[in-house]
């Protein structure tokens, strides 16, 4: 019995541990706003719309003696308007991946600072919105699809006003599994750059 009790807690420990990463990018930040990527004229022809709204609500910041456990909120709009290297435009939802509560909570309260106090960066799970173009994966492009995605943020002039001094990247993979990073192998998408308009705020 008493191997088995230690061989639970290895796994669990194992599985907290492969999430370490997950827990330093997203703890301690929220960050919303939202705008466009102008047009590149080689790769893609169009602009890029997307708008996101990302926070955690941290228990160990209630003054309630029975605080709610941590909870993860992220919202991702995103939409291609132009030709890119999948083909024609197309859009997709993005929401929070589904962990298991006690996690979600231990998430949520990690005391890892994220990389830089102007910056954010967030995974989770897409859908299509759109008809995918003829070079989307396939496995992807259904509206139940587990596949995920990758955001960084960056809100390089630290004010609330419209600019286009703020950084926005995205990355579509073909990974289903929780982790804590993308396999670059797994990313058929990728587009990043500073806004042509709109804003970018990370508190």
Do not use: W
């Amino acid at each position: 019995m008493m191997t088995r009790a230690r061989t639970r807690s290895v796994r669990r420990s194992v599985a907290i541990g492969a999430l370490t990463t997950m827990v330093a990018l997203l703890s301690a930040c929220t960050g919303r706003g939202g705008g466009q990527l102008p047009p590149d004229g080689v790769l893609f022809t169009g602009a890029a719309s997307f708008g996101f709204s990302f926070s955690c609500e941290r228990s160990s910041n209630s003054t309630s003696t029975n605080p709610p456990a941590g909870r993860l909120h992220i919202e991702l709009s995103y939409a291609d308007h132009g030709t890119n290297p999948l083909g024609g435009g197309f859009a997709v939802h993005g929401t929070v991946d589904t962990l298991d509560p006690v996690l979600e909570s231990m998430v949520c309260i990690g005391q890892e600072p994220p990389p830089g106090t102007n910056e954010l960066i967030f995974l989770g799970r897409y859908r299509t919105t759109t008809t995918a173009p003829a070079g989307f994966p396939q496995a992807c492009a259904q509206t139940t699809s587990g596949c995920r995605f990758e955001v960084i943020v960056r809100d390089n002039d630290r004010n609330r006003a419209p600019s286009t001094g703020d950084f926005f990247s995205i990355k579509l993979s073909t990974v289903t599994l929780l982790t804590s990073d993308l396999d670059p192998a797994s990313v058929f998408y990728a587009r990043a750059g500073v806004l042509a308009n709109g804003n970018l705020t990370v508190d």
